[in-house]
């Protein structure tokens, strides 16, 4: 059975840091390339940071360049962005996502995210 499990999340003052967490099993974590979304209240979900599958590579939307750091551990199956410098504008449910190609074809993997608040 394929999970995805979200966590770090909570309520914390801008300025501040949060960690979060994504657990995986059930399939090749080590062969998927992982990604952070998140949806803020009435927003559509939004692409928040990719890394490559052997985390060689990362991209970040331009809105957490320079605060945000996506990062992974292959041998723990464990997915992390690192939120630092938090605005009250990174308030969302953070999703964890996985895409995993295998024979021809893709496996997409949804968490069923952590909300992050950020307000005084």
């Known amino acids: 059975q394929v999970q995805l499990v979200e966590s770090g999340g909570g309520l914390v003052q801008p300025g501040g840091s949060l960690r979060l967490s994504c657990a995986a099993s059930?399939?090749?974590?080590?062969?998927?390339?992982m990604k952070w979304y998140r949806q803020a209240p009435g927003k559509e979900r939004e692409l928040v940071a990719t890394i490559t599958n052997t985390g060689a590579s990362t991209t970040y939307a331009d809105f957490v360049k320079g605060r945000f750091t996506i990062s992974r551990d292959n041998a723990k199956n464990t997915l992390y962005l690192q939120m630092n410098s938090l605005k009250p504008e990174d308030t969302a449910v953070y999703y964890c996502y996985a895409n995993q190609r295998w024979l021809g074809r893709v496996f997409e993997y949804w968490g069923q995210g952590t909300q992050v608040t950020v307000s005084s």
């Open positions: 059930g399939f090749s974590f080590s062969n998927s390339v």
